[in-house]
């Protein structure tokens, strides 16, 4: 690629600012034709080369905005990971399964990028090619986490963006090769790689983390397995068995394998981790630790098929977890924040390997509470987790709505029209993942849906017997014997 003349004047200011990466935010499901295609295009090429972009990021405004300012033949990339379009995106259902693409800063370089400091089609925008204006950005805020961190009179600064001409070539997207997908020497020849099919071994593990509503209104009361109790105890008895199951699933002879790392955070008027016992306080355990160190072991009453037909038996169980129903809040944000603390240590500690993608399971009995605008935070913070990603595909969000009242269940929605104009159901809806096709079989089989139909990860007054259900699809079993 023609670089500018005075090129030098720019690499000057990045290493000033110690600037290596920059970021293009766009859905998993585009990178097949990213790839098939030699290269990431502006929607503007797209259209006039004929290619179909699955999920767009922008929408029909931003589109004619973009028209408006002649920039439908620019590619935007910005200096952040955390794009505040990223999750306006998640949030309108155009991104599902958001990945982030790392772009070398050489494309500020090339003779035909402009430079924008902020949103380049935001009113009051400064946008040109020259060294002045790549000045104009305002390199400090760029460099923020979140475009929250700044001074409001700041925040629009967070967003500016370089517009590389017509197309980057994919030797320019330094992670392209990181998503699991085959990069072949002739790119129409692309061999496709299906997400969230990687083995979960010892040396590609995967996590889980339960999140559990333990707020007051847990206390209410429910029949479950003709035993008269409360949903905090029947939630923590469903949690115990998962967990149980998923140790078993380790244990090959006398060898407990380190297939997963797994936490539990309750949350009420505060969050916090939900071992107890040896393990108290701590955050991911293993599967081994888990079994050399039970809470308690407890007799509950279980029917059991015999030949006799179906008879109550006491059998012996295995807690890590206990039922807990406390305070009058149901702050959900700061269980989601704990979780998305947890899984970027974990992120960063297997970037590098093929890992089938961390599950997060929430159970909760109603609205979320709290704290001042409570659907937007959560919903935020939901997509941030959903916006987390290993090579194998993007992080796996489950909400499970438990309450004890007779209504109609919703389990696993193709869409919100199922939802009854339910406020609550719609919220889950939002905060949920959009299940990859691996699961549309057993999912099929509860709902008697086609084969290839998708659903979004959410269930809303649920039964406890499909609760388990759900959770045992939500638990994958490919593990490799390794």
């Not at 199951?245 to 949350?267: E, P, Q, S, T």
């Not at 807990?324 to 959900?332: D, L």
């Not at 004890?404 to 949920?432: A, G, R, V």
Request: aromatic content about 10%; charged content about 25%; some cysteine.
């Amino acid at each position: 690629m023609e670089k500018k003349s005075n090129w030098q004047e720019f690499k000057a200011i990045l290493d000033l600012n110690k600037i290596v990466k920059l970021y293009h935010f766009t859905d998993r499901d585009n990178l097949e034709s990213i790839i098939k295609n030699g290269g990431l295009y502006s929607w503007g090429d797209c259209e006039d080369k004929g290619i179909k972009i699955a999920k767009p990021g922008g929408g029909l405004l931003s589109r004619e905005l973009d028209a408006r300012d002649r920039l439908q033949h620019y590619v935007r990339v910005s200096f952040t990971t955390q794009h505040p379009m990223m999750y306006e995106a998640m949030k309108d259902g155009r991104l599902s399964n958001p990945v982030i693409l790392e772009i070398d800063p050489e494309v500020i370089f090339w003779k035909d990028s402009k430079y924008a400091n902020m949103n380049a089609t935001k009113t009051g925008c400064n946008k040109g090619s020259t060294i002045d204006d790549f000045k104009m950005i305002h390199f400090q805020s760029v460099k923020a986490h979140k475009h929250f961190d700044l001074p409001e009179n700041e925040q629009p600064y967070f967003q500016a963006e370089i517009l590389v001409k017509n197309s980057i070539p994919l030797e320019y997207i330094k992670n392209i090769g990181n998503f699991g997908i085959p990069i072949p020497s002739k790119p129409k020849a692309l061999q496709i790689k299906n997400p969230y099919t990687a083995q979960i071994t010892r040396n590609t593990p995967t996590a889980f983390i339960f999140l559990v509503d333990q707020s007051i209104s847990m206390s209410r009361k429910l029949y479950f397995k003709n035993e008269y109790i409360s949903l905090a105890e029947a939630v923590a008895r469903i949690v115990n068995a998962q967990i149980y199951d998923l140790v078993l699933r380790c244990v090959k002879m006398d060898d407990v394998r380190h297939y997963y790392d797994i936490a539990v955070i309750g949350y009420g008027d505060d969050a916090s981790y939900g071992w107890k016992g040896a393990l108290a306080g701590r955050d991911f355990v293993s599967p081994e630790e888990l079994r050399n160190n039970p809470f308690r072991k407890v007799i509950v009453k279980e029917e059991k098929r015999t030949k006799k037909g179906m008879v109550l038996k006491e059998v012996m169980k295995y807690q890590w977890v206990e039922p807990i129903a406390a305070g009058k809040y149901t702050r959900a944000h700061k269980a989601f924040g704990m979780a998305k603390d947890l899984l970027d240590k974990w992120m960063k500690e297997h970037h590098e390997k093929d890992c089938y993608p961390p599950t997060i399971i929430n159970i909760t009995d109603g609205a979320f509470n709290g704290i001042a605008n409570p659907r937007e935070v959560n919903t935020q913070l939901a997509n941030e987790l959903k916006a987390l990603f290993t090579n194998d595909g993007n992080v796996l969000l489950w909400n499970i709505h438990i309450t004890p009242d007779n209504q109609e269940q919703i389990l696993l929605p193709i869409s919100k029209i199922e939802l009854n104009e339910d406020k609550y159901s719609e919220w889950l809806y939002d905060m949920s993942s959009l299940l990859p096709s691996r699961y549309n079989i057993p999912i099929g089989d509860l709902r008697g849906d086609a084969e290839n139909t998708r659903h979004v990860a959410m269930a809303t007054n649920t039964d406890l017997s499909t609760l388990i259900q759900l959770m045992d699809i939500g638990t994958p079993t490919n593990i490799s014997p390794k």
